[in-house]
């Protein structure tokens, strides 16, 4: 399978791995908002009132909460949807394609059969910038990903 | 008539006119590539290989030429297509959503039957902040996107 990026973005984070879940569960884990819920943010983090329009456009949006009573809008759209395949959501706009504080990041996950019952997960963070992606690194990209993976493998496997 | 946005932009620029050709003529204009390359630019100024793939994550792309040999890629990406009614363009992606340059604006330009074989064109051109805002307006937004608009309905009446 190959991305269907002419030219590679030039600053990406990637988290890769095979989630022991097969890609119905895993897909539905990320498009409905009970489910994106219980694993979208790592603990103690969560995030509450996710909204998912499952259309180029529509809102995809939370509400994050820490454990001290932090509390962050986190406010996006999705871009394009390739059912059971492919999701890409940025932050960049709000619904009805406004732009939204500053363009941050795209994000694209994808989906895909990795046989026996498993996902191959692959989630790209891209940024405009060398800025945004240290920044984004230095916020803990690599373990806050990584952890969110697997609340998200916990809660596929027991769909 | 009313848009989709549920709250409006804050960084907004807007050329609304009546322009003397049906939506059918006006719309072509906008979308295909040759017809495109003879009014996008306001003269002296011209755009050359124009590529229009019409579709959430298709490539809108030209080059720009100026009078003493200037020239600038112009790279985008579609955001919404409604036939016949409304565009949605942005600067901030290149094909395969990847982040662009520095993501300037969003446009939306809004076709609607004016009655009598004319078009009530509404083109917004809407910024992430106040500088790229005001920087848009000191590159000309009025004028150029006037007289591009001019060339549009030129342009639109003869076909």
């Known amino acids: 399978m ?31 908002p009970e489910l994106l819920e219980k694993w979208f943010c790592p603990k103690p983090w969560y995030v509450s009132d996710a909204k998912i329009d499952l259309k180029p456009g529509g809102e995809f949006s939370s509400v994050m909460h820490g454990p001290n009573g932090e509390k962050f809008d986190n406010m996006g759209v999705f871009l394009e949807i390739e059912p059971q395949r492919r999701l890409v959501t940025t932050d960049a706009f709000r619904p009805g394609w406004i ?61």
């Open 2 to 32: 190959t991305t269907k990026t002419e030219a590679g973005p030039e600053h990406v984070l990637t988290l890769e791995r095979v989630i022991d879940a097969p890609v119905d569960k895993v897909w539905r884990c990320w498009t409905e």
């Open 99 to 159: 732009p939204n504080g500053r363009a941050f990041m795209a994000a694209e996950m994808r989906f895909e059969d990795a046989g026996g019952g498993k996902t191959r997960y692959i989630a790209r963070a891209m940024h405009w910038n060398e800025d945004t992606l240290k920044e984004h690194e230095q916020m803990g990209f690599r373990e806050g990903w990584g952890k969110a993976a697997d609340q998200l493998e916990t809660l596929a496997k027991s769909l």
